[in-house]
């Protein structure tokens, strides 16, 4: 009987979210129109604006899904919270990796885009300390020294004291949880975002760089005398309100890139080859500095498990590829959202093409060769037979792992040198490191 | 001489200075060369050389992860970045050199001095520790070592805990308006391991900017020693020596080019030597922690490998720190500016904050090689009085001498550090102050400013301000 109410819960909840998202695909479609004749008429010349129309599409197409896939996973954390089970927990673990598939894809966007970088450390800051949030295994737990607030276990305590500040946490409020990032000054203070959510539905990974991801048990949501680790009501509280405040901010950044949303509007007022800059700078930053620099090849050279970006679902090889697919959309002015509809448009391909077909072919191919890499990360770690995660791949004296990752690093590096050329060859200037509002 | 003769003559001198001065104008404006960048912001001081090709911004991007990142208490699942302590200052770079800028005096008396430290030493006292002296440059406190470590991991304790008091200095100018300067008083307080020496020397020097490094690795050798005057021959009160320093790789003495007294060589023994004194991480270069037969406690901690910062590692945080670029001057047209230059010479600021180098071609270098830059330092140790005196010597330099700091970056060090303290204890507050504590071979060139009219000391100051 409780199994069959179930079911129809969920069913009913997929369905009210298949009309949101068929409305919002709907709206979507009427809306656009007018602006979809103007690039018709333009899409002969591809002009720069229309392809700068195009980067702000795709943006805004990438939040919406990062928006939606974030409401999917509110809907399985209620239902965790009401229905505590494997089954339930399982759901929400797998509504998160689902909303980490369009939001990776959006992370292009936070380089050269001051409006998404400065927004996105409430939405992904890592690494943390877990410490801040729940209880952890001391004997393995490894947190910055002189961090306050590593042990503060927000879901244990009503109050909690950093320094000689007492600061009352009765209330575990959207609000009160935003205040708690970077507390005392330590930016390993996350208290928000998909790292947050991530750790309360795995747990810490105490699996070092061996096989296996973190593994929470359901019944640290459940009540009364089914509850493990004590607090299970306000876990699930926390849980709660910070996917409601993942909700928040993504409605927030949807809005600013929606068709008269206010960042579009001023991305659209300047001179098209900036908009031009901002992509391919964009492109080159996430390719080479974060990507192949601070979460690849510093893992690497660091054998570092503490380096792993996703580190309790152990979904590390998804984020890279993601991130990776993210900055091919841009150049090839494309992006397919998770419902499979494809947007395209005008894209920086085709105007290089125009002009540089050789290069246009070179890029092309530079990306997609990256892709072959991620891709052979991914079925490495997605292996049913011998699953290798990344956090294993950077082992020491993991040969077939480095190689895997140093190849993709190779790649984004060809990839990066391509971009610049692309840049000098639209006369874009120099994609100095200085010219922009992140380091490239 | 015809009216019109004059007119033609001054507009052909007018149109030639224009002409020079917009060349050196177009040089000034990049102190660091083609390295330098034009970041204005708070990040200003953390960007890669501009002229750096991109796959090695990747290797720039991999030092600047160590360099950022926290050290953690060994054994640690993090074995790259394990072996912090037993005893440190703090655990990581950046936490001292904050947004890879200056570091700044403790706020109140009890706040703890995160980005200032304590360096001891006592005066040589028999031939035996001679050969302490060649390598080190001093003579360690018995039982606290070079260097007061006010951190420790759980069951090591700190040393001990720094506090700082102010004591005002009144300086008067000849028109009767006068300015409050404040010398630190510095006491070590809750020593954890007995008394110290009695004749002990104390000398606190707060993190010092991270710009330009690798281009005042860059400047010739032959170019700083040319500049010595260690005598004073030429009788300009002004003498200048250069530090000899012991250089570990080398195993033999050579020039002393970093540190407030130049008491490293090179780029990668003082970031080996940070590493060793500030975080307590050894490397190939320092193999030792720094506990003493006195502290048991530190000796037996658990260790984080034969070197814990490997020599991979550190050529990163060597290739980072090399390439962290100057940013570019952005007012330098305006009059006022162009008086307090003149000012700036005429005082003979310019004798030892010698504007102008040119780096040596290097093969393996090329952000650093061959550029024209504009650091406004020698180089060179000065005798700066007895009012800035530490009164403890390191190799070559004497109590009361110190090398002349680099001026670049003064312009932009409100936005990235959010406060203008100067000196090697923060213990000025602004241009104007660091000016006025300037004493010994500097005191000509104080009483100068000191004897200004107020508008040229404006003009001075702004000049200094906008490099």
Request: glycine share 8%; hydrophobic share 40%.
């Given at each position: ?440 | ?259 407030w007294k130049a008491g490293q060589p090179s780029l990668m023994q003082q970031n080996a030597a940070a590493f060793n004194g500030d975080l307590g991480i050894t490397s190939a270069i320092f193999p030792q922690d720094h506990c003493t037969e006195q502290q048991v406690s530190c000796l037996n901690a658990h260790n984080g490998g034969e070197f814990e910062v490997s020599q991979k590692i550190l050529s990163f ?151």
């Amino acid at each position: 009987m409780l199994l069959a109410k179930k079911i129809i819960y969920n069913v009913v909840w997929l369905a009210i979210l298949i009309i949101i998202i068929l409305n919002f695909s709907a709206c979507q479609q009427v809306d656009s129109q007018p602006l979809n004749k103007a690039l018709i008429s333009e899409f002969k010349e591809v002009s720069e604006r229309s392809i700068v129309i195009q980067y702000a599409d795709i943006a805004h197409a990438v939040f919406e899904d990062a928006l939606f896939t974030a409401q999917t996973l509110k809907v399985a954390i209620t239902q965790l919270r009401s229905y505590p089970s494997e089954t339930t927990l399982l759901a929400a673990k797998k509504a998160w990796k689902l909303a980490r598939v369009p939001y990776m894809q959006s992370e292009v966007f936070r380089f050269g885009n001051a409006i998404v970088d400065d927004w996105e450390g409430q939405l992904n800051a890592w690494p943390l300390d877990e410490g801040l949030i729940d209880y952890i295994d001391q004997g393995s737990y490894e947190y910055v020294l002189g961090n306050n607030g590593a042990n503060a276990n927000l879901v244990a305590n009503k109050k909690i004291s950093v320094g000689t500040t007492v600061l009352d946490t009765s209330s575990l409020t959207p609000e009160l949880i935003i205040s708690l990032n970077e507390l005392g000054g330590s930016e390993s203070n996350v208290a928000s975002g998909y790292h947050a959510i991530e750790f309360l539905l795995w747990g810490q990974d105490l699996n070092a760089s061996n096989s296996g991801a973190g593994s929470r048990p359901a019944s640290d949501f459940m009540m009364g005398k089914h509850c493990s680790n004590g607090h299970c009501g306000r876990r699930a509280q926390y849980l709660w309100a910070v996917s409601e405040l993942l909700i928040n901010d993504l409605s927030y950044m949807q809005k600013q890139w929606a068709p008269d949303g206010p960042y579009r509007k001023l991305l659209l007022t300047e001179n098209p080859k900036q908009g031009l800059r901002k992509m391919l700078f964009g492109m080159g930053s996430l390719s080479l500095g974060e990507l192949a620099g601070e979460r690849m090849k510093v893992a690497l050279e660091a054998n570092s498990v503490e380096d792993e970006h996703d580190c309790f679902s152990d979904n590390t090889h998804y984020s890279h590829f993601y991130d990776a697919k993210g900055i091919q959309n841009i150049y090839l002015g494309e992006y397919t959202r998770i419902d499979g509809q494809k947007v395209f448009g005008p894209s920086l391909s085709q105007l290089v093409r125009r002009y540089h077909s050789g290069l246009d072919s070179r890029l092309s191919n530079a990306l997609e060769e990256t892709m072959k890499h991620f891709r052979r990360m991914v079925v490495a770690a997605e292996s049913s037979q011998n699953p290798m995660a990344f956090d294993m791949m950077i082992a020491e004296g993991n040969t077939k792992g480095r190689m895997l990752v140093n190849q993709a690093i190779n790649a984004l590096v060809q990839q990066t040198t391509l971009i610049e050329q692309v840049a000098e060859a639209l006369t874009l200037g120099e994609l100095n490191p200085d010219n922009a509002d992140h380091s490239f | 001489m015809t009216i019109f003769k004059r007119f033609y003559l001054s507009v052909c001198i007018g149109l030639f200075l224009t002409n020079y001065s917009l060349d050196l104008v177009a040089n000034e404006a990049l102190p660091g060369g083609k390295a330098s960048v034009h970041n204005y912001g708070h990040n200003a001081f953390s960007m890669p050389s501009a002229n750096m090709s991109i796959t090695r911004r990747l290797d720039f991007n991999v030092g600047n992860s160590f360099f950022r990142n926290p050290w953690v208490i060994a054994p640690a699942s993090t074995r790259a970045r394990d072996g912090l302590g037993p005893i440190f200052n703090t655990n990581s770079c950046q936490s001292c050199h904050i947004k890879d800028g200056r570091g700044h005096t403790p706020e109140g008396t009890e706040d703890s001095a995160v980005s200032l430290l304590i360096r001891l030493s006592i005066p040589l006292s028999n031939e035996n520790q001679r050969k302490t002296l060649l390598r080190d440059g001093i003579i360690p406190e018995p039982i606290y070592g070079g260097q007061l470590q006010d951190g420790g991991i759980p069951g090591v304790k700190a040393e001990g805990r720094i506090t700082l008091h102010w004591e005002a200095v009144l300086q008067i100018f000849p028109n009767g308006e006068s300015i409050s300067l404040r010398k630190p008083l510095f006491e070590i307080k809750d020593l954890q391991y007995g008394q110290m020496s009695k004749n002990v020397m104390i000398s606190a020097r707060v993190a010092p900017p991270m710009i330009g490094l690798g281009l005042l690795e860059a400047i010739p050798e032959a170019s700083l020693l040319a500049a010595e005057d260690i005598d004073d021959n030429n009788n300009d009160g002004i003498s200048g020596k250069a530090n000899r320093v012991w250089d570990v790789a080398r195993n033999e003495t050579s020039l002393g080019r970093f540190g407030w007294k130049a008491g490293q060589p090179s780029l990668m023994q003082q970031n080996a030597a940070a590493f060793n004194g500030d975080l307590g991480i050894t490397s190939a270069i320092f193999p030792q922690d720094h506990c003493t037969e006195q502290q048991v406690s530190c000796l037996n901690a658990h260790n984080g490998g034969e070197f814990e910062v490997s020599q991979k590692i550190l050529s990163f945080v060597e290739f980072y720190t090399r390439n962290l670029a100057v940013p570019a001057r952005t007012n330098i047209a305006d009059e006022s500016l162009e008086r307090g230059k003149k000012l700036f010479q005429q005082s003979g600021c310019a004798n030892c904050h010698t504007p102008h180098h040119t780096t040596a071609k290097l093969i393996n270098q090329p952000e650093q090689s061959e550029q024209k830059i504009w650091p406004y330092t020698d180089l060179l140790l000065h005798d700066m009085g007895k009012g800035l005196a530490d009164n403890r010597s390191e190799f070559l330099a004497n109590g009361q001498e110190w090398r002349t700091a680099p001026l670049w970056g003064l312009s932009h060090q409100k936005k990235v550090s959010g406060h203008t303290e100067l000196l090697h204890d923060g213990r000025a507050r602004n241009v104007l102050e660091a000016i006025l504590w300037h004493d010994g071979e500097a005191k000509t060139a104080k009483e100068y400013v000191v004897n200004m009219q107020k508008g040229e000391r404006a003009d001075l100051v702004s000049f200094v301000e906008s490099l």
